[in-house]
């Protein structure tokens, strides 16, 4: 047979085939150096600047992305596959969800699929759009995140466009031009807006949340952008909450008799949100109520305590961190969520490092010698990541059980 016959009827009865296609951006993510970065365009439409960041966790992006620490950022997640697990309303972070406080942008590897959990109310792409967060898939994200690690992290706009239509030289210049995280104070966009009563306590598989109907004592929460789940465990040892804006005054605070004072995560430069915060909390140190503090609200008490905060190169973001209670010896795995730490060298006479971190050996915990008041730097609370730090909440209503007189508490669980 001759082989051009064969050729040729081959070609008459094989299928045909595209060959492979790019498909058209539409959604980028420009960097202020001018790196341009082209994905599939996912959530909400539009464009706005924001520092881009990574976290290395592997579960809990809807408890990440709707963390209010989180405002005026761009989370770029290592983990491959986001969205398979859905969305619920259970798993929010941020006080008021209709305020919409929480992370801007976010970048995936690969791109959503169907949600697989039964727990799944709403699909992430739907989700994302009603929560207007942009939102850029097909992106090589270790390469990314390499880039952040070497470079610190960068200023940038998202813009997500069906049409895939971009002014590249605009959206350049507009990151280029952006301000930036520094000075800039954002606990007052995601705080409160009056004060309010939380009951809710932590959630238990197959029932949901219990309500706190029979508290011991009292504590009062200044919200820099507060989570649930804090609010939650707090509520859960027997207290109940009242939570009050982040401007709020030692006068608003004490008016309200607490046997306990805590002061929130947030977002922003620690300095910045200090100029009205730290003389409340100077005030209020004096007063020897019991005080605890988490991630920003650790920051601030550093700076009320005479101590500085500066910004970290790629900051911590994640729920695999390592950190030594040198307190107890003891190191524990914790979920992390900052870009400014406190500089331990800044630390007066009086004032104790507690915790550091295994990674870099940055500050994450401090206590006033002589006095009940603590902070750490990381996220006890485990929403999302491990609960080796729950113990922190247990310290905290020892010290409001000790002023009281009272038997303390085991710190851990005994099997712990």
């Known amino acids: 047979m ?15 085939t595209a060959g492979w296609t790019q498909a058209k951006p539409t959604a980028v993510l420009v960097l202020a150096d001018g790196t341009v970065i082209e994905g599939k365009g996912l959530g909400a439409t539009g464009s706005c600047e924001a ?18 620490s989180y405002a005026g950022q761009i989370v770029t997640f290592t983990f491959p596959h986001i969205g398979n697990v859905g969305t619920n309303k259970e798993d929010i972070e941020d006080l008021t969800p209709a305020n919409r406080a929480g992370a801007v942008g976010a970048i995936f590897k690969a ?6 959990s039964y727990r799944a109310a709403d699909n992430l792409d739907h989700w994302l759009k009603a929560r207007g967060i942009i939102a850029l898939a097909g992106v090589d994200t270790r390469a990314l995140t390499v880039l952040i690690r070497e470079k610190g992290m960068p200023n940038a706009v998202i813009a997500h466009d069906p049409d895939g239509k ?25 705080t409160s807006g009056q004060s309010s009563v939380w009951t809710e306590k932590p959630w238990v598989w197959n029932e949901g949340f219990a309500e706190q109907s ?38 608003d605070v004490l008016a309200h008799q607490p ?63 390592p950190v030594r209670d040198d307190t107890t010896g003891k190191v524990e795995i914790v979920s992390m969520n900052h870009g400014f730490a406190v500089d331990t060298k800044s630390l007066p006479a009086g004032v104790e490092e507690t915790h550091v971190s295994l990674f ?57």
């Not at 520092?51 to 209010?68: H, K, M, R, S």
């Not at 730097?377 to 729950?390: I, L």
Request: glycine content about 10%.
């Open 51 to 68: 520092e881009v960041c990574f976290n290395t966790a592997l579960t809990g992006y809807e408890e990440i992305l709707t963390d209010p």
């Open 360 to 416: 870099d050996g940055s500050n994450c915990g401090l206590r006033v010698t002589g006095r009940p008041i603590f902070s750490v730097q990381h996220h006890p609370e485990a929403s999302p990541g491990p609960q080796d730090s729950h113990y922190l909440f247990r310290r905290f209503f020892n010290l409001i059980r000790a002023r009281k007189g009272l038997e303390p508490l085991p710190e851990r669980d005994q099997a712990a």
């Open 166 to 190: 971009f002014d590249i030289p605009a959206l350049k210049a507009r990151a280029a031009a952006w301000h930036g995280l520094l000075d800039l104070d954002l606990a007052k966009d995601v």
């Open 2 to 16: 001759n082989p051009s016959t064969t050729t040729d009827a081959a070609a008459q009865t094989s299928p045909k």
């Open 259 to 321: 046997d306990g004072i805590f002061l929130s995560n947030g977002p922003g430069d620690p300095a910045a949100t200090g100029k009205y915060a730290v003389p409340a909390i100077k005030q209020l140190i004096e007063t020897e109520i019991p005080m605890f503090g988490i991630c920003l609200g650790h920051q601030m008490l550093a700076l009320a305590l005479g101590g500085d905060t500066q910004k970290m190169h790629q900051g911590h973001h994640g729920a695999n961190h």
């Open 111 to 116: 791109d959503i699929t169907a949600p697989s």
């Open 214 to 251: 029979a508290p011991e004592f009292h504590v009062v929460a200044i919200d820099y952008g507060i989570k649930r789940n804090i609010l939650r465990l707090i509520a859960g040892l027997g207290a109940k909450v009242t939570i009050l804006p982040a401007t709020a005054t030692a006068d």
